[in-house]
């Protein structure tokens, strides 16, 4: 793969928009235009789709619409009189991540000049083109580049960002963990995609497939405060994305977006900044404790 020739390509990010998303996707939807040279492609139900339309025409951004085929109309079934299944959290969220994959086979499928698919929950901030910090895997014989959600006692990986390599191979990959999930959706028809997922990778020789993103530049959740605080290995004004999972609560989420996003401050301002972050993670574990 010529490296230097992608840098200069347009950016592809998919997103998954299933119901009328929350404040906190907004915000993560605004910090992908940021980035200079995007098109974003969307796979949306009717509600979703009326979300897109509003917020192109108010903030003249072009959401390129994909519809979710009638073969996964089950996917959505249960959904059709209730919204609250956007609760991170809710089995029937968890269903809903299957569309994930039919999202990026889609695509895959597309023809256009790009060596990379993008895919983004919405409650991922943005800070950088992904595609410029991807060197080591453009030229790796990896397929797949996915957010680094390992730990000293076990390797982990979150399909909330994902980036995947255009070419036929990533096709046969994606079909075979398309068919790996809804194998394990007959057992259990709530799995979240994170854990069919790694359970894939872990399958017969899949690991190779796989390619770390750096932990530092694409910060998981649970990792807010040491970056809010700078702690070691994180810089806040050098990372690629923040995801804000691991955070129950469209408000939350919000606020935690709010604050990463705003902790360019300097001085006075950032100081009071972290002081907030201290102050919201700990309403956030006393309401978790006090609903236990």
């Known amino acids: ?10 950016t592809h990010f998919s997103i998954l928009v299933i119901g009328k998303p929350s404040s906190e996707a907004f915000i993560g939807l605004r910090s992908i235009y940021s980035i200079q040279n995007v098109r974003v492609c969307a796979l949306a139900d009717e ?9 192109s025409d108010q903030y003249h951004w072009t959401i390129c619409l994909h519809q979710i085929p009638t073969s996964y109309d089950w996917v959505l079934e249960e959904f059709k009189e ?28 597309e023809k256009q000049q790009t060596n990379f698919i993008v895919f983004s ?11 410029g910090l991807v060197n080591e895997f453009a030229i790796d014989s990896s397929l797949l580049a996915l957010q680094d959600d390992s730990n000293n006692s076990r390797e982990y990986f979150c ?29 259990d028809p709530y799995l ?4 069919a997922l790694n359970k894939w990778i872990k399958t017969s020789n899949n690991r190779k497939y796989v390619f770390n993103l750096p932990a530092n530049q694409f910060v998981i959740g649970h990792k807010f405060l040491n970056l809010l605080f700078d702690k070691d290995p994180y ?27 705003r902790s360019g401050l300097a001085n006075f301002g950032r100081i009071l900044l972290q002081c907030l ?16």
């Open 82 to 109: 209730t919204t609250d299944y956007r609760e991170f959290g809710d089995k029937k969220f968890f269903r809903l991540m299957f569309l994930k994959w039919v999202l990026v086979s889609q695509c895959l499928n």
């Open 192 to 195: 979240p995609d994170d854990k």
């Open 159 to 187: 399909p909330g960002i994902m980036i995947w390599k255009v070419n036929y191979s990533s096709n046969k990959i994606l079909e075979e963990i398309m068919e790996f999930h809804l194998k394990e959706l007959q057992r």
């Open 121 to 131: 929950d919405l409650d991922v901030l943005w800070n950088k083109n992904p595609t």
């Open 47 to 55: 509600a979703g789709r009326i979300w897109c339309k509003e917020i």
């Open 1 to 10: 793969m010529n490296v230097e020739k992608y840098k200069n390509q347009e």
């Open 235 to 261: 810089t806040i004004n050098d990372i690629c994305a923040f995801h804000a999972n691991y955070t129950i609560g469209h408000h939350y989420k919000y606020l935690k977006m709010k604050l990463i996003e």
């Open 277 to 292: 972050g201290l102050t919201l993670l700990a309403i956030e574990k006393t309401r978790k404790y006090l609903s236990l």
